[in-house]
C-alpha cells in the first residue's frame, strides 16, 4: 500500500475542520485513487493501492478564502514527511502562474495586481522551503503564502472574465451562452411569475420519469405540458430532462422487481425516452436523457450496465427526432465519488465512451454543486473551475453547467435525495447575499468560456420539492431572493 505523510501545523487542525478528511490522491492521468486518510498527533497519512507519484488535493483553509479544494504538485512517495501547507502552496503557485502564462500568450493583459500578489506568494514560498526543518515557522509562512496567491487568483479571474466579455461584446453583439435555471410547477402560481420569466433566456424543464410515471402505466403529463407551453408563450429556450435520472432513488419505484432483468429493463427504460421526446418533438430541441450516469445508485445497476443502458437511451432519442440536441449529466465532475473504489471509469472516460460509440450526443451537463455532502461536489475557486471547463473542452462538444450553492445553512424540508449544507466552507457563512455573490462570479466565469453555450441554476423556488438544500432563485413563498437579479443582470446584460 501507497502511503503519503505530511505535517501539519496546528495538530487540532483535523478536528477543527472535518472537511480535510475529505481528501484524495489523484494519478498523473488525473483518476482519483481509493484513498483513506489517518491524522495522529500533527502527522496526516493519505494511504492508496498504489505506490506512484500523485497529487493530493484537500479542503484546507485560506484566510479570507474559506476552504477551497487545493492541490499539490505530483509527489513521490518518501520516507520523510511533507508540510502540508508548503505543498499546497507549491501546487497553487504551480497552477495559477501556469494559466496566466497561457493566456499571456493568447494576448491577455495580465494586471500588474496579480504580478504584485504572485511575487509575494512566491517569496513567502521561498522563506518557507528556508525553514523545512521548523514545520511551525514553514506553516505560517505558507500560509501567508496560500492568503495572497488565491486572491493572485482572483484578480486574475477578474482581469480574464472582463477582458473576454468585452471581447465577446464587439464580436457577437448579444450573449452567446444561455442563462436559466429549471423549473417548477410552482412557477404558474407564483407572484414571481412575471420577474423570473423576464429574467431567464432559457429554461430546464422536469421530465424525470419518476415525476412523471410514479405508477406503472398512469403518465402524469400536466405539469410538464403547462411548464413547456408557459416557455413558448415566452419565447424561452427548452431543455427537456433529465430523462432519467441513475443516482439512488432516481428511477420509479415500480422498477425493482426488474432490476436485474437485463432484457425488460432497457425496454422499459428506451420505451418512456422514446414517448417523451415523441410527445415534445418540435417543441423541445434540447435534451438532458440521462442524469448521474457515472455516479450511478438507481437500482443497483453495474457501471457497465449504467453505460449500456445511456447508450441505449441515446441511441432510442436520437432515432426518435434526430434534429434534436441531446446532453447527458454528469454528477461530481471532479470524480470525488472515485474514492470508494466502485468505479472503473472516470466521468470524462464515461462521457468519451459515448461519444465514440456516434450515438448522437451533442454535448455533456456538468453539475457543480457547491457547499454540499451528499451528491455535491468540494467547494472550489474559480481559476479550479475553469480549468475543469478546460479539461471537458477537450471533447469538442458543447457544455451546459448546472449551478447550486446554498442561501442558508438551516434544515431545508423540501429536499430530497439527502444532500446536506456544508457550513463555513466558503469565505463567510452561506447567507442570500453570500449565494448571489457566488452565483455572480461563477456565472460571468462560465459565460466567457467558448465552449460554455448554457448555464443554469438547479432550482427555482425552495417551496417545491429539490434535491440541493435552500438552492433555489425564490424563498419558500415564492419571494425572489437577491440571486435572481444576479440571472437577470447576467443573462441579458453581459
Known amino acids: 500500500m501507497g502511503v503519503m505523510r505530511f505535517v501539519f501545523d496546528p495538530p487540532e487542525l ?49 484566510e479570507g478564502h474559506g476552504r477551497p479544494v487545493l492541490t499539490t504538485a505530483s509527489l513521490p512517495e518518501r520516507e520523510q514527511p511533507y508540510i502540508l501547507a508548503l505543498e499546497l502552496l507549491r501546487g497553487k503557485l504551480s497552477d495559477i502562474r501556469d494559466q496566466a502564462a497561457a493566456w499571456e500568450q493568447v494576448r491577455m493583459t495580465i494586471p500588474d495586481q496579480f ?21 511551525v515557522a514553514a506553516t505560517r509562512e505558507a500560509h501567508e503564502g496560500l492568503s495572497a496567491i488565491c486572491e493572485a487568483a482572483n484578480v486574475l479571474m477578474d482581469a480574464y472574465v472582463q477582458q473576454r466579455s468585452a471581447s465577446l461584446r464587439v464580436t457577437q453583439g448579444s450573449p452567446p451562452t444561455l442563462v436559466g435555471c429549471t423549473l417548477d410547477r410552482g412557477l404558474l402560481q407564483s ?54 435520472d441513475l443516482t439512488p432513488g432516481g428511477l420509479p419505484e ?75 449529466r454528469v454528477a461530481q465532475p471532479w470524480g470525488e465519488y472515485q474514492v470508494r473504489g466502485q468505479h472503473r471509469l472516470t466521468a470524462i472516460q464515461f462521457v468519451d465512451a459515448l461519444l465514440r460509440s456516434n450515438l448522437g450526443l451533442s454535448g455533456v451537463t456538468l453539475e457543480v454543486s457547491a457547499g454540499y455532502l451528499g451528491r455535491g461536489s468540494l467547494i472550489r475557486d474559480r481559476a479550479s473551475i475553469s480549468r475543469l471547463i478546460d479539461l471537458w473542452s477537450l471533447l469538442g462538444i458543447q457544455i451546459h453547467v448546472v449551478l447550486a450553492c446554498p442561501s442558508s445553512s438551516d434544515p431545508d424540508p423540501s429536499a430530497v435525495g439527502g444532500s446536506t449544507v456544508e457550513p463555513n466552507v466558503w469565505k463567510s457563512e452561506w ?37 440541493f438544500p435552500n438552492a433555489g432563485l425564490l424563498r419558500a413563498d415564492g419571494t425572489p431572493k437577491p440571486s435572481l437579479e444576479v440571472l437577470q443582470r447576467l443573462g441579458h446584460h453581459r
Open 14 to 62: 483535523f478536528d477543527q475542520y472535518p472537511e480535510l478528511r475529505r481528501g484524495y490522491i489523484t494519478g498523473l492521468d488525473g483518476r482519483v485513487h481509493p484513498t483513506r486518510i489517518d491524522a495522529e498527533g500533527s502527522i496526516v497519512a493519505f494511504r492508496r493501492q498504489s505506490s506512484d507519484s500523485g497529487k493530493v488535493h484537500v479542503p484546507y483553509p485560506v
Open 115 to 135: 504580478r504584485t500578489l504572485a511575487k509575494t506568494a512566491f517569496q513567502k514560498f521561498a522563506h518557507a522551503c528556508l525553514v523545512q526543518e521548523f514545520p
Open 191 to 244: 407572484p414571481s411569475q412575471a420577474t423570473v420569466t423576464a429574467a431567464i433566456t432559457s429554461a430546464i424543464v422536469p421530465i424525470e420519469w419518476s415525476r412523471i410515471e410514479p405508477t406503472e402505466g398512469e403518465g402524469q403529463w400536466q405539469e410538464a405540458d403547462d411548464l413547456v407551453q408557459h416557455c413558448l408563450d415566452h419565447r424561452l429556450l427548452i431543455v427537456g430532462g433529465p430523462l432519467i
Open 254 to 328: 415500480w422498477l425493482i422487481p426488474w432490476a436485474n432483468d437485463t432484457l425488460n429493463l432497457p425496454s422499459f427504460v428506451c420505451d418512456y425516452v422514446e414517448t417523451a421526446v415523441g410527445r415534445y418533438q418540435g417543441r423541445i430541441r434540447m435534451w438532458e436523457v440521462s442524469a448521474g450516469g457515472n455516479l450511478g445508485g438507481a437500482l443497483g445497476l453495474t457501471e457497465e450496465g449504467r453505460l449500456a443502458l445511456v447508450a441505449r437511451t441515446l441511441e432510442t432519442a436520437y432515432r426518435r427526432d434526430s434534429d434534436a440536441r441531446y446532453f447527458v
Open 431 to 467: 447567507t442570500e447575499a453570500a449565494q448571489a455573490e457566488w452565483l455572480e462570479a461563477v456565472i460571468s466565469m462560465l459565460c466567457a468560456k467558448p465552449t460554455v453555450t448554457g448555464v443554469y441554476v438547479s432550482n427555482l423556488s425552495d417551496g417545491a420539492a429539490h434535491r
